[in-house]
């Protein structure tokens, strides 16, 4: 099993990056993906979930209206979409596999078992 993030970067405010999450060695439409982020000197929170069963989402409330997240099955790859972005949203963010195929509510580290190694994000004022 493998996660891999990328496009990670250094933006200005204001600016949008796009983050692939790139998954191998198991079903990816089995299972659902969540995004989550790791400021310096915080703890590792929950961004955004997709579902693969139903397609469900979840996402934190600090970033609606300006992330989006999707999913390319054929190429087992989740995106989040990130437009207007601030210095807050400055991160190493991860990707990680749910034990199952739907988000519901919340964002809790044991139930997901396959982690990426990350992507930093930075964004200047």
């Known amino acids: 099993v493998q996660l891999v993030e990328s496009g990670g970067g250094l933006v200005q405010a204001g600016g949008s990056l796009r983050l692939s999450c790139a998954a191998s060695?198991?079903?990816?439409?089995?299972?659902?993906i969540g995004w989550f982020r790791q400021a310096p000197g915080k703890e590792r929170e929950g961004v955004y979930c997709?579902?693969?069963?139903?397609?469900?989402?979840d996402l934190t409330d600090s970033v609606k209206g300006r992330f989006t997240i999707s999913s390319d099955i054929a190429k087992s790859t989740v995106y989040l979409q990130m437009n207007s972005l601030r210095p807050e949203d400055t991160a190493v963010y991860f990707c990680?596999?749910?034990?199952?195929?739907?988000?519901?509510?919340?964002?809790?580290?044991?139930?997901?078992?396959?982690w990426g190694q990350g992507t930093q994000v930075t964004v200047s004022s």
């Open positions: 060695g198991f079903s990816f439409d089995d299972y659902a």
């Open positions: 997709i579902g693969s069963g139903d397609g469900s989402t």
């Open positions: 990680a596999k749910k034990i199952w195929d739907t988000c519901g509510r919340g964002f809790y580290e044991y139930e997901y078992d396959q």
